[in-house]
């Protein structure tokens, strides 16, 4: 099986997989550093993740900025992802706050955090924040620009836009195969990468899934969490996803030297369709139960 290759617009090509700094050190509006987070994200980098996920509400943009930094790598081999949401009526103040916290010039990846806003309640529709990211993009403060939980109609939205979505990063693992209805196939037919948040939460219950992940790791002698982001890479979605640990930090980073058959990738997905679970956005997305 050839493994998808994701690349931007600006030619650029994503890293995989991403180190999330979201769940596990979230904390909006508190600006101290969280030394745990900034060890996670230098291990991680030492590991040889190469792909940081972010976003001005998890607080953890100074972690990225410290870990960045205390890695000894240069810029341009790290590929930054930062996201707005609560400020996104000015989204290029929130950048420029996002880029002074996270000590950068430029983030690779800028992504309008979720969809769930609006001119008459907000003060900004979707496709006049669009325009914003796009004059980001065009300034070279964001190399490339995207979205996050968007459903099909909110990407409906930008059609007419000339930017075009590069990215839509959504809640997926195989007992979420759709946040939204029918958007894997959609995205991946525009050809907007898909990039999965939360990957592993499948792990998390028990299910129909165990008994076919447990056979999987016996046969390829490989974790559970490799299984489920091989899965994920399968289906042409690229994970983020993220541990405190610095060994399941590397296990989720070793995915090389391995292929699931077509068969094996059929049999998660089938397994994973007779169960829904949802981590986030659970009240916008209370109607979707696929
Ligand atoms: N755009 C959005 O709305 C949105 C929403 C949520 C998250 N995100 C982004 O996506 C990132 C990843 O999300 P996530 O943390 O939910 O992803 P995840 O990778 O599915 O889950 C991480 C959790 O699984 C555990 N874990 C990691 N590797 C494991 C393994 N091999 N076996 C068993 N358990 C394992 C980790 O615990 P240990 O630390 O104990 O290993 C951690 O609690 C976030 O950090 C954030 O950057 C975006």
């Known amino acids: 099986m050839v493994l998808p290759i994701f690349k931007l617009p600006s030619g650029a090509t994503i890293p995989v997989p991403g180190f999330g700094t979201g769940t596990k050190w979230y904390k909006p509006g508190d600006p101290s550093i969280d030394r745990n987070a900034v060890d996670a994200v230098v291990s991680a980098l030492k590991f040889g993740y190469r792909h940081i996920d972010g976003a001005q509400i998890y607080g953890t943009e100074g972690e990225i900025g410290v870990a960045i930094k205390e890695s000894g790598l240069a810029r341009e081999e790290i590929f930054v992802t930062t996201k707005v949401s609560y400020k996104i009526t000015d989204a290029r103040k929130a950048l420029l706050e996002s880029l002074e916290l996270m000590k950068l010039d430029y983030v690779d990846l800028y992504l309008i955090h979720a969809p769930f806003f609006d001119e008459e309640t907000n003060g900004i529709s979707v496709p006049q924040a669009w325009e914003v990211l796009s004059a980001l993009k065009a300034e070279g403060l964001a190399k490339d620009i995207g979205v996050s939980n968007f459903a099909i109609k909110d990407i409906e939205l930008l059609a007419g836009a000339k930017e075009k979505v590069a990215v839509n990063q959504i809640e997926y693992n195989p007992y979420l195969q759709n946040q939204t209805p029918g958007i894997h196939d959609y995205c991946l037919e525009k050809g907007i990468i898909l990039q999965a948040y939360t990957p592993l939460g499948s792990l ?28 994920v890479l399968a289906t042409n979605v690229l994970p983020v996803t993220t541990s405190a640990k610095p060994e399941r930090q590397l296990s989720n980073l070793s995915l090389d030297g391995f292929e699931l058959t077509p068969e094996d990738v059929e049999e998660i997905t089938a397994a994973g369709k007779k169960k829904h679970f949802r981590k986030y956005w659970t009240k916008e997305y209370a109607a979707f139960t696929n």
Do not use: F, R
Not at 212 to 230: F, H, N, R, W
């Open 204 to 231: 998390t219950t028990t299910g129909p899934l165990d008994p076919v992940i447990e056979k999987l790791t016996k046969k390829y002698d490989k974790d559970a969490g490799q299984i489920i982001l091989k899965w």
